[in-house]
């Protein structure tokens, strides 16, 4: 059986986000969770909330025991992308991407 957690437009970038979700990838939940209290990036504190979110939903909404799930499936994708712009020298001006993340967590109790 599965449990699924959806974060939507979390104002980190796709390619750093993944950075966290391709350590944690079909490791255990207590494994995953150590890994991402240890790791000293700023979307790994999301990454940990959303994974707290979905063993929950396993253990409330389908009665999954916590102590057998591990991570199935985690992706990241591009979100919708801010536009904003940056004065520059002789009234020029510079457009900044402030790029957005999805992040999607499965978690299962059979491998």
Same mark, same amino acid.
């Given at each position: 059986m &599965?449990?699924? #957690? +959806?974060? %939507?437009? @979390?104002r980190?970038s /796709?390619?750093?986000?993944r950075l966290?979700a $391709?350590s @944690?990838?079909?490791? +255990?939940?207590?494994e #995953?969770v150590?890994i991402l209290q !240890?790791? $000293?990036?700023r979307?790994s &504190? /999301?990454?940990?909330?959303?994974? !707290?979110s979905?063993v929950?939903n #396993?253990v409330n909404? !389908? =009665?999954?025991e916590a $102590?057998?799930?591990f991570?199935?499936t985690?992706?990241v !994708? &591009?979100g /919708? %992308?801010l +536009?904003?712009f940056?004065?520059r020298a002789? =009234?020029? #001006?510079? &457009?900044?991407? +402030?790029?957005?993340?999805h @992040? %999607?967590?499965i978690v299962s $109790?059979?491998?």
């Amino acid at each position: 059986m &599965e449990a699924k #957690a +959806k974060l %939507t437009m @979390i104002r980190i970038s /796709p390619r750093k986000v993944r950075l966290v979700a $391709d350590s @944690i990838r079909s490791r +255990k939940i207590s494994e #995953a969770v150590a890994i991402l209290q !240890n790791q $000293d990036k700023r979307s790994s &504190e /999301p990454v940990l909330k959303l994974l !707290n979110s979905a063993v929950a939903n #396993a253990v409330n909404n !389908n =009665g999954m025991e916590a $102590d057998q799930l591990f991570v199935k499936t985690i992706y990241v !994708n &591009e979100g /919708p %992308t801010l +536009k904003r712009f940056r004065p520059r020298a002789h =009234g020029r #001006a510079y &457009e900044i991407l +402030k790029r957005t993340s999805h @992040i %999607t967590i499965i978690v299962s $109790d059979q491998r």
